[in-house]
């Protein structure tokens, strides 16, 4: 994924919200504000090339103390950021670091 174009996008605005993010950030508790900065400043953790229609990607980043997840998928010819999903990570599925996921 191109990251650098990603961030690009979400800088411009250039964000589709996909009805199923959206919902459940409002059940979450989390702002769109809160997933732009993850976007802008979280790192990705894990790496989803061959997904459709537009490579994604899983991104960890911090809002003060609480971490969150979005995963965000780029459309390089269009030059458009998908909001896939976006939830506060939780120590039953991953590591206390929040970026490596915990084996049943």
């Not at 199923?20 to 976007?39: A, P, Q, T, W």
């Not at 990570?89 to 970026?99: A, I, V, W």
């Amino acid at each position: 994924m191109d990251i650098e174009g990603l961030r690009i996008a979400v800088r411009n605005g250039k964000i589709e919200w996909m009805k199923h993010s959206f919902e459940r950030m409002m059940e979450r508790g989390i702002s769109r504000d809160i997933i732009k900065n993850v976007l802008l400043k979280g790192e990705v953790i894990e790496d989803y090339p061959d997904d459709k229609p537009y490579p994604s990607a899983l991104f960890l980043g911090r809002v003060g103390m609480q971490p969150y997840h979005a995963i965000a998928a780029y459309d390089s010819a269009g030059g458009w950021c998908f909001i896939i999903t976006a939830y506060k990570p939780d120590l039953e599925h991953f590591e206390k670091n929040y970026k490596t996921r915990r084996r049943n």
